[in-house]
T-cell receptor
Framework: AQSVAQPEDQVNVAEGNPLTVKCTYS??????LFWYVQYPNRGLQFLLKYITGDNLVKGSYGFEAEFNKSQTSFHLKKPSALVSDSALYFC???????????FGKGTRLSVIA | EAEVAQSPRYKITEKSQAVAFWCDPISGHATLYWYRQILGQGPELLVQFQDESVVDDSQLPKDRFSAERLKGVDSTLKIQPAELGDSAMYLCASSPPAGARGTEAFFGQGTRLTVV
């Protein structure tokens, strides 16, 4: 069975500093990895995905993520955090076709001005 | 830009009452998912449809929950009777036709259910 771990419940970072939100996964086979963001009382918005190819993927709003197969990780990063980045971030994995996404428990990012 | 539509946005109901949620996926998306998100947790799959057929409902509490997608387009999720523990955000998502490997799911705004 596939699973996702987000080891940090909360990440705090000062505005303008780089941010990292951690994600590790466990699957049988090749993973398809995703990051979503959720604002209060809203649905999930897609940020970026890794399917194959370059291990560094770029997504919306200046976010990027690095796929590391040996460490089974897919950490989300941004070079310079904004206060408006404050939200709940979810990492997710699927293994094939249109199998359901399996989500981590989420990490709350707080960017302080 | 096409969106997944859900209604209502908010619902308050008394325990033991029936409640229903509606979802209209992005046009052309054959796969539809219902997820439940308890406060402070990640979304968990309740049911997956491929067109009008249920693909996976292994996590759906079938004694009280039901889901249908009769014409393979929009879908309804029902709870009867509602219990206090059902208070959560119910999220609907859709994906393009099968075969688009790795394609992301597109989520609606969700329905926030409060059972009192």
């Amino acid at each position: 069975a596939q699973s996702v771990a987000q080891p940090e419940d909360q990440v705090n970072v000062a505005e303008g500093n780089p941010l990292t939100v951690k994600c590790t996964y466990s699957v049988s086979g090749n993973p398809y990895l995703f990051w979503y963001v959720q604002y209060p009382n809203r649905g999930l918005q897609f940020l970026l995905k890794y399917i194959t190819g370059d291990n560094l993927v770029k997504g919306s709003y200046g976010f990027e993520a690095e796929f590391n197969k040996s460490q089974t990780s897919f950490h989300l990063k941004k070079p310079s955090a904004l206060v408006s980045d404050s939200a709940l971030y979810f990492c997710a994995v699927r293994v094939s076709g249109n199998t359901p996404l399996v989500f981590g428990k989420g990490t709350r990012l707080s960017v302080i001005a | 830009e096409a969106e997944v539509a859900q209604s209502p946005r908010y619902k308050i109901t008394e325990k033991s009452q029936a409640v229903a949620f509606w979802c209209d996926p992005i046009s052309g998306h054959a796969t539809l998912y219902w997820y439940r998100q308890i406060l402070g947790q990640g979304p968990e799959l309740l049911v997956q449809f491929q067109d009008e057929s249920v693909v996976d409902d292994s996590q759906l509490p079938k004694d009280r929950f039901s889901a249908e997608r009769l014409k393979g387009v929009d879908s309804t999720l029902k709870i009867q009777p509602a219990e206090l523990g059902d208070s959560a955000m119910y999220l609907c998502a859709s994906s393009p036709p099968a075969g688009a490997r790795g394609t992301e799911a597109f989520f609606g705004q969700g329905t926030r259910l409060t059972v009192v």
